[in-house]
């Protein structure tokens, strides 16, 4: 072991780069040492702390989105507790998909997507559109006889509210 450590000195001692920094003079050594060491810093700022520092700012705005829509929906909670006493209709099972889509369409929303579950329920994405328009015409499904079993509700940039719904027939 010993003598191999000796041959990576002695081949270290005989390299080229190592020759000609010796032969530069202490002051050219000293500046070349410095722009060394800046070099590093700067590629470590560039590839560990900017990447950093732009998914903590990443992560702010997501939080801050997140929190707002919150407060968005907390403010909107008492106008969908109103929705839940008033009386309920009941609608015929194969009527379903054509009273969703009619009574949408009177409310200007517009559906993206709809998918007939085999159990009579129906799941269905709206396209963004105002919250009180929403909420409304979750009151006028709920006067109908249907029942909002899950939702997801996406904040968009222009304040507008994506929905991603499955609905029921009230029993």
Do not use: C
């Not at 707002?68 to 009386?87: I, W």
């Amino acid at each position: 072991m010993v003598q191999q450590d000796k041959g990576f000195i002695a081949q270290l001692n005989n390299a080229q780069l190592l020759q000609r920094w010796r032969a530069l003079a202490p002051r050219e050594q000293f500046s070349l040492g410095s722009l060394g060491v800046f070099l590093l810093l700067v590629l470590l700022y560039l590839t560990l702390w900017q990447p950093a520092q732009q998914r903590l700012v990443s992560a702010r705005s997501a939080f801050e989105t997140q929190r707002a829509l919150y407060v968005y929906l907390q403010g909107q909670a008492p106008a969908a507790r109103n929705l839940v006493s008033r009386p309920q209709q009941a609608i015929d099972p194969a009527r379903l998909q054509g009273m969703v889509t009619a009574t949408a369409a009177t409310r200007g929303l517009t559906i993206e997507r709809l998918d007939n579950a085999g159990d009579g329920a129906l799941q269905l994405n709206l396209q963004p559109a105002p919250f009180a328009q929403l909420l409304g015409w979750f009151g006028v499904l709920q006067e109908q006889g249907v029942h909002i079993a899950e939702a997801g509700l996406d904040l968009s940039e222009d304040n507008k509210v994506a929905a991603r719904l499955s609905l029921r027939i009230t029993q």
